[in-house]
């Protein structure tokens, strides 16, 4: 983005600090506007009826998240809550619909970005639907670290991966019996990468 751009954003932004386990919005909520977060991460999730939870995404520090309102005037679309302490930017929607009308290279990046997430939400119908517990497990720790996972625990992996966590912990001991990973104080650390792309093609 072009400095005037950035001065035009930094203008109308709020700077908004909450705790751990803070809940921004819920789904179906009123769309207020765009959260950028500057520190910590943000969990993105839908809940069943039955009340399981399914994780859509993690927005970590640099992203930013609830764009799809700005352009549709519709609720939220799911529920959006702190993973940590976090600290974030709010750009109210109006305000931002009006950088966007003075400023189409914005209005473009933001589509470009919202293209992008469609395609992230495809893949993750692909893993929902075509690969086993194992297979997205394995997806995930690759995806987190060369070397050791996220800080999620076994409950959020689950809620990320579409199952619970028994099945997790599970597939984990299936994974150190294979030597693929070591379990040491909660992080999981790869040993043998190529054994963990395997598992998601099974």
Do not use: W
Request: hydrophobic share 50%; with cysteine.
């Amino acid at each position: 983005m072009s400095d005037d751009i950035l001065e035009e954003l930094r203008a109308v932004a709020v700077v908004t600090d909450n705790y751990a386990g803070h809940i921004l919005f819920l789904e179906g909520d009123p769309a207020a506007g765009l959260h950028i977060v500057l520190h910590g991460r943000v969990k993105i999730s839908r809940f069943a009826r039955s009340g399981r939870e399914q994780v859509v995404t993690v927005i970590q520090a640099g992203h930013y998240f609830n764009m799809v309102p700005v352009f549709d005037d519709r609720p939220c679309p799911a529920n959006a809550q702190l993973l940590d302490d976090s600290r974030l930017l709010f750009l109210q929607t109006d305000d931002l619909r009006a950088v966007m009308a003075r400023h189409p290279a914005l209005s473009l990046a933001l589509l470009h970005d919202i293209a992008s997430f469609t395609r992230m939400l495809v893949n993750l119908v692909d893993d929902l639907s075509l690969h086993s517990v194992q297979g997205r497990l394995a997806r995930l720790l690759l995806q987190n670290s060369d070397a050791v996972t996220a800080p999620l625990t076994q409950a959020e992996i689950a809620a990320q991966l579409g199952t619970v966590r028994e099945m997790v912990g599970r597939s984990l001991r299936a994974f150190e019996a294979l030597g693929l990973i070591r379990i040491d104080r909660g992080a999981v650390h790869i040993l043998d990468s190529a054994g963990l792309y395997a598992q998601i093609e099974e």
